[in-house]
């Protein structure tokens, strides 16, 4: 079945680091991929997508391109802020019912 | 234009109590998702439906029956209550020609 490995976490970072949160996938066919946030105490939120092969989604200064020879999408950022602080969850939807399978979560702390 | 609302956002259940999860939207959406979150888990399908009088089950089902009321509501309910089903449970919903789902704060429950 389709599934989703993502970096474990915790991750904590200095305000202004680069950051990098690994994200490898196995789907059949051809998913589209995602990353969604989630700041404390909300629901999840659409960070940035994907849906073929060499796209590159980007959104509030995040990056992440679809590697389809490598099943990755790992999400980028080049600078973070203390606002970045959230749990980061890699997903694909694959199949004709459009159902997430989403990563286990990376927790982002960045301290100032 | 509230998006997807959920009640009630806390609750507290003993074992083999029951209750009924709400989900509302006003996205004027056809499906709709029940999924619940669990530490070091991510997010797990629980059912789904994807149009009005339809469900389908997810991931892990057991424990949980559904129904889609109609096109704005979709409920969660737990029959008889077990320490296992101490959760985060979100509601989620898709438009038609998009894969992004939008999701609800979510409801925390304890069972005791």
């Known amino acids: 079945g389709d599934s989703v490995t993502q970096m474990e976490g915790p991750v904590t970072l200095s305000e202004e680091a680069f950051l990098t949160i690994n994200c490898t996938y196995t789907?059949?066919?051809?998913?589209?991929l995602f990353w969604y946030v989630q700041y404390p105490g909300e629901g999840l939120q659409l960070l940035l997508k994907?849906?073929?092969?060499?796209d590159k989604g980007s959104n509030k200064g995040f990056e992440a391109t679809y590697r389809k020879e490598t099943t990755s999408f790992h999400l980028e950022k080049g600078s973070v802020q203390v606002s970045d602080s959230a749990v980061y969850f890699c997903a694909l939807s694959a199949g004709s019912n459009y159902k997430l399978t989403f990563g286990k979560g990376t927790l982002l702390t960045v301290n100032p | 234009n509230a998006g997807v609302t959920q009640t009630p956002k806390f609750q507290v259940l003993k074992t083999g109590q029951s209750m009924t999860l709400q989900c509302a939207q006003d996205?004027?959406?056809?499906?709709m998702y029940w999924y619940r979150q669990d530490p070091g888990m991510g997010l797990r399908l629980i059912y789904y439906s994807a149009s009005e009088g339809t469900t389908d089950k997810g991931e892990v089902p057991n424990g949980y029956n559904v129904s889609r009321l109609n096109k704005r509501e979709f409920s969660l309910r737990l029959e008889s209550a077990a320490p296992s089903q101490t959760s985060v449970y979100f509601c989620a919903t898709r438009g038609e020609t998009s894969y992004e789902q939008y999701f609800g704060p979510g409801t925390r429950l304890t069972v005791t």
């Open positions: 994907a849906t073929k092969a060499d």
């Open positions: 789907a059949t066919g051809y998913p589209s």
């Open positions: 996205m004027n959406h056809n499906s």
